[in-house]
């Protein structure tokens, strides 16, 4: 990505594979500062990755936790050798009212038969002990 014009964007999305798994890209420093430059102050980058072990999913975990200032939000759609999603945060968690994201989770399963409810619910319970975090710092409503 580069920066051809002057506007920002809410949300960026990287679906970067070979055929030997994820792209270089998904974990390239400069190509993930650019992105992020692109994104409004709420924004929002989703990555799709693997969790397979050759993949080095914990590296690259690590290196977004660093990159995005622990910003970061998983959501793993499998134990092993599956899909994550990883959520990097410009700025502050925008989910300080849980029960607002619910609601319009809700909303998105209706206007378009996708089941963001349910993905609202793994998101929590797989980022726990970071959205507690989350709460102490923003009041959060979980």
């Known amino acids: 990505m580069t920066r ?5 964007y809410d949300i960026i999305l990287i679906d970067a594979f070979s055929q030997w798994g994820p792209a ?10 650019n992105c992020q430059s692109l994104l409004n102050n709420q924004g929002i980058i989703g990555f799709s990755l693997w969790n397979r072990k050759e993949d080095q999913f914990h590296t690259i975990h690590r290196r977004m936790c660093s990159l995005f200032n622990e910003n970061l939000l998983s959501l793993s759609l499998g ?3 599956s899909n994550v999603v990883l959520f990097g945060f410009k700025n502050d968690y925008p989910l300080k009212n849980i029960r607002a994201a619910e609601m319009r989770a809700a909303r998105l399963l209706l206007d378009w038969g996708i089941n963001f409810p349910n993905y609202m619910k793994l998101i929590q319970i797989q980022n726990l002990s970071l959205l507690k975090n989350i709460k102490k710092h923003f009041s959060v409503t979980l």
Not at 4 to 8: G, K, L
Not at 24 to 33: Q, S, T, Y
């Open 4 to 8: 051809e014009h002057a506007e920002t």
């Open 24 to 33: 270089d890209v998904n974990h390239d420093k400069p190509f993930i500062l």
């Open 79 to 81: 134990k092993r050798d």
